[in-house]
């Protein structure tokens, strides 16, 4: 049985529907194993489908009403109005929408996935933000596609799902340079490691910390870390430090009720 985290924040009311999906309850297996819904990833296609139809049903719809895109780590917002075919998947990092029926969901194995609500103007959005997103704009560009829609910034809520936590991300000495270079204070979300001259970086943090200063109702964290808690979560990072050349896709969707 699938296995999907929520969060008050986005659960009150009867608006909107959401889950950040665990690796558990699907059919995949191997470095797979078992809910993996990344059609990007080299499982067999037929698995992914049926994971993807087990994840959708959670929302009372089914594999062919969910829809991701071809992520990036760009700065682009689609919206949606109708379910696409995985191979006409847009090229984007955020989805928004305003339409019942369609679930919005976004693919992550470390990076954070941002799913957003303004339950009273009926808009909903999904943000993929690893650190060249969050760093190049996804998280502003998709509040303000969801504006776009009828949103209202004091009205929407966020919740940043599991990601690779603050003990978990260390970074070589070079990589704060464009993070201190586009705002001095993200000094805060580097510490020093216990390797000299690298850094351990708190990528949810750093996502709530450009989400806030947007005006939002409430930015709300998960607070799960997907390369420590190996049973519940796929990591990237966890992958290839064991030589592994690919990993699982992690899904967090929302929807509109009704």
Known sequence: MVNAIEHDALAAGNAVMHGFFTREGGVSDGLYASLN?????????????????RAAAAFGRTADDLCTAYQIHGDHVVTVESAWRHAEAPRADALVSNTPGVVLGILTADCAPVLLADGGNRVIGALHAG???????ILEAGVAGMQRLGARAATIRAV??????PDSYEVGPEFS?????????????????AREGHYLFDLPGYVARRLGALGLAD????????YAEE????????????????YGRLLAAIALAG
Not at 131 to 137: E, H, K, M, N, S
Not at 219 to 226: H, K, L, Q, S, Y
């Open 37 to 53: 819904c990344g059609y990007g990833s080299n499982d067999d296609t037929q698995a992914v489908r049926e994971n993807r139809q």
């Open 131 to 137: 650190w060249r997103g969050a760093l190049g704009g």
């Open 160 to 165: 940043i799902g599991p990601a690779i936590g």
């Open 177 to 193: 340079a464009p993070f201190l270079a586009h705002d001095a204070a993200a000094e805060d979300f580097f510490r020093p490691a």
């Open 219 to 226: 930015v709300a964290r998960i607070g799960r870390d997907t």
């Open 231 to 246: 049973s519940e979560f796929f990591s990237y990072r966890r992958n290839i430090q064991r030589g592994k050349q690919d």
